[in-house]
C-alpha cells in the first residue's frame, strides 16, 4: 500500500519569534513613554540618550497643552546613569525653547559634573535656557539648520521695581555667563555683547545664532549630525577611565 507525505514546514519558531518581537517592542514603546528613550541592544557601545525638548519645567507647572521637559524626571534619570558602569556614554538631544531659568542651569550644573562621557546634539533650537544645556557636555554639535537664541534673563509676572529685584536678575545673569564662558570657548565680552545686542531682534534684546556661527565664535564646538556626535562619544568612551574604582 503506497502512501502519500507533504512535507508542512513548522511554524512553531516563527510564531515564537514572531512573538519575542512583539514584546520586545512593547517593551520598547512602554520604555520610551515613561523615560524617553529606548536602549540600542546591539550598538557599539551601551549609552543612554536624553531628549531635552519643548520647555523646561522647573518651579511651576506649565499649561497641559505645553511639550515640556521636567527637572524633577531629569534629575535622578541623570544620577542613575551616573551610577550605573553598563553605561559608558550620554548623548543629549536638544531642541528647547528654553524654560525655567534656575531649572535648566541645575540640569546643565549636573551634566558638567558628570564623570560618564557626555556629547550633546543642538537639532531644530537651543534657545535660552537652552545654550547652557548645550554647552555642557564634554563636547557639543549642531546641526546648520539649528539656531539658538542668546539674550538677558528675563522674569513673568509681578516685579517689584527695587534695586535688590535689579541685583538678583544681574546675579542670575552673571552665573549664567559664567557657566556658558567656562564650558565653551566663547569670551565672555564677546558673549555679552552677544546678550545685549539692541540691533537683531524686534520685540527683545538679544542675538540669535545659526549652527554655523555657533561654532566660528566658540560656543559650540563642531557642525555636525548624529552621526558625528556617536562617532565623537565612542571616542570618548574608548580614551576614558573607569569612572568608579571597585
Not at 160 to 180: A, E, H
Request: hydrophobic share 40%; proline share 4%; aromatic share 4%.
Amino acid at each position: 500500500m503506497n502512501e502519500s507525505f507533504e512535507f508542512q514546514p513548522s511554524t512553531e519558531n516563527e510564531d515564537d519569534d514572531t512573538t519575542k518581537v512583539e514584546s520586545i517592542q512593547a517593551e520598547d514603546v512602554n520604555t520610551l513613554e515613561r523615560i524617553g528613550e529606548i536602549p540600542s541592544n546591539n550598538a557599539k557601545y551601551p549609552i543612554s540618550c536624553i531628549n531635552i525638548i519643548g520647555q523646561i519645567e522647573g518651579h511651576y507647572l506649565l499649561p497641559s497643552n505645553n511639550k515640556t521637559t521636567k527637572y524633577e524626571h531629569l534629575i535622578p534619570l541623570l544620577t542613575a546613569i551616573e551610577q550605573d558602569r553598563s553605561i559608558k556614554g550620554l548623548l543629549i538631544l536638544l531642541n528647547t525653547a528654553g524654560g525655567d531659568v534656575e531649572a535648566g542651569l541645575g540640569i546643565a550644573e549636573l551634566i558638567a559634573s558628570m564623570k560618564i562621557p557626555t556629547v550633546s546634539l543642538v537639532l531644530g533650537g537651543g534657545h535660552s535656557i537652552g545654550v547652557p544645556l548645550a554647552v555642557c557636555t564634554k563636547k557639543s554639535f549642531i546641526v546648520p539648520s539649528a539656531t539658538m537664541t542668546i539674550h538677558p534673563v528675563r522674569v513673568n509676572g509681578l516685579v517689584l521695581g527695587v534695586p535688590q529685584t535689579l541685583d538678583w536678575l544681574n546675579s542670575m545673569q552673571d552665573r549664567i555667563v559664567k557657566f556658558v564662558c567656562d564650558n565653551s570657548n566663547m569670551p565672555m565680552q564677546k558673549f555679552k555683547s552677544l546678550l545685549f545686542n539692541t540691533d537683531e531682534l524686534v520685540m527683545d534684546i538679544g542675538t540669535v545664532l545659526d549652527g554655523k556661527s555657533a561654532v566660528e565664535l566658540g560656543l559650540i564646538d563642531s557642525l555636525g549630525g548624529i552621526s558625528d556626535a556617536l562617532d565623537c562619544l565612542y571616542s570618548l568612551i574608548e580614551s576614558s577611565k573607569e569612572r568608579y574604582s571597585d
